[in-house]
């Protein structure tokens, strides 16, 4: 049971209250979620805030990692939604940076993933997809509907492209925060059940020679994984920009 | 309790996992307090980037290409200045060197014009005592030669004397000399 324990790789997405809060009915309690969440915000901060606070011509390290991770996003969403887009540029960068600080963060040994918890995928897809719908309608009126109709298509077929183009976008949101949400937890599980490996093949008395097998494998793992977590971070990125785009450019 | 409570997806790893509830990740009793954060912190988040950070890093971006465009700009000016001057230098010199050049040919010629004027004095001072000179001497000459007639008179008047005994005619001497003087 006690070495069950050690190799429990769902005890890492536990919730624990580090302590209770209800705000008029709502359960606001600080858990260890929250804190990783404020963590991220603090670390965010000080990189883009701080960070750039001297304004240097030649910039310092963190300024330059600043300024890369803005030239990054703002050339994304450029390239993806156009220049009309960077109205949405603020939204994605922070949307990037959250996600990004999220999956590297949670990689770290012991710390919590706040992007392993499909709540929060999926508050990011709903954000992401009513904000497609609010300024589609805002900006177009019902021409945004057209996003539904491609032009070009056969008359006896459109009924069935209108309803695939309406399935595939009310699957958007699921996909969006399925996606990364399942990416952080199988990686975050498999790291976790290779090095519960590691640990049992040390007390398993001559099979310990072997050990050296699932470690060479997390260190593979974790290099991985740290892959993954930038990639998701980008494909989410890269994802909202192209769906904010539908709500710009809704014509095909 | 919690199973029921959870998601349809929630069977497989919450019966798997013994005991211990429902898999986190599906258990709704902390969706509440998980939006709630994610909403302050994603907020405060939003807030800090579009009001503090990205207008402050655009600025520097900004900066720095006008900066690098104005330095660029400068040091062609700089250059072109530089052209310049050089262009205004090379012309300098050569005025100087014609100006010179000029200088010393009329500086030449003057000294010569002095030269030969000097010379040109200095010869014709030369002639006038040369000429002076050949005066006096064809006077001196003149003056001997005519020293020299009285004498052969007076010696040709003695001889015939003393040979014919009279006295001889002044006139066919004087004649006889001055044929004498010609041959």
Avoid at chain 2, 28 to 51: E, N, P
Avoid at chain 2, 103 to 123: F, Y
Avoid at chain 2, 149 to 161: N, R, T
Wanted: glycine share 8%.
């Amino acid at each position: 049971m006690a070495e069950e324990q050690t190799i429990d790789p769902i005890h890492q997405f536990n919730i624990n209250r580090i302590f209770d809060l209800h705000v008029g009915g709502v359960d606001a309690s600080f858990t260890n979620a929250s804190l990783f969440m404020l963590i991220i915000f603090v670390a965010i901060t000080a990189l883009m805030v701080l960070g750039t606070s001297g304004r240097h011509i030649v910039p310092t390290r963190l300024q330059a990692a600043a300024e890369m991770a803005y030239e990054f996003v703002a050339s994304t969403v450029r390239d993806t939604a156009g220049t009309a887009g960077m109205r949405f540029f603020p939204f994605v960068f922070s949307l990037f940076m959250f996600v990004l600080f999220s999956n590297l963060i949670g990689l770290i040994p012991g710390a919590f993933t706040v992007t392993s918890q499909i709540v929060v995928t999926f508050a990011f897809s709903a954000l992401i997809i009513g904000l497609v719908l609010v300024y589609g309608f805002w900006k177009h009126g019902a021409h945004f509907l057209h996003l539904f109709v491609p032009s070009g298509v056969t008359p006896a077929l459109l009924p069935f492209i209108v309803l695939i183009e309406i399935i595939s976008f009310a699957a958007r949101p699921i996909t969006l925060s399925v996606r990364l949400f399942a990416n952080m937890l199988a990686g975050h599980i498999t790291l976790k059940v290779f090095g519960g490996f590691v640990a049992m093949l040390l007390g398993a008395g001559v099979s310990a020679v072997i050990f050296p097998l699932p470690l060479i494998a997390i260190i593979l793992l974790f290099a991985l994984e740290l892959l993954v977590a930038v990639l998701q971070a980008y494909v989410f990125a890269i994802l909202t920009c192209v769906y904010l785009n539908d709500a710009i450019h809704p014509g095909h | 309790m919690a199973e029921h409570e959870t998601h349809a997806g929630t069977e497989a790893p919450g019966g798997a996992h013994e005991g211990g509830g429902a898999f986190p990740p599906f258990d709704t009793t902390h969706f509440a307090s998980q939006l709630v954060w994610l909403a302050i912190t994603f907020g405060l988040l939003y807030l800090m980037m579009s009001k503090i950070a990205l207008p402050r890093v655009g600025g520097i971006l900004k900066d720095r290409s006008t900066k690098i465009s104005g330095d660029l700009e400068a040091a062609k000016a700089a250059q072109a200045k530089a052209e310049a001057a050089r262009a205004d230098q090379d012309k300098a010199l050569a005025d100087a060197r014609a100006k010179a050049q000029a200088m010393g040919q009329a500086t030449h010629q003057q000294l010569a014009a002095e030269a030969d004027a000097k010379r040109k004095a200095l010869e014709s001072e030369l002639n006038a005592k040369l000429a002076a000179a050949d005066a006096q001497i064809s006077d001196m000459k003149t003056k001997a030669m005519a020293n020299v007639e009285s004498i052969a008179k007076d010696a040709a008047a003695a001889i015939v004397q003393q040979i014919t005994g009279k006295a001889a005619d002044p006139q066919k001497i004087a004649a006889a000399i001055g044929e004498a003087a010609k041959g």
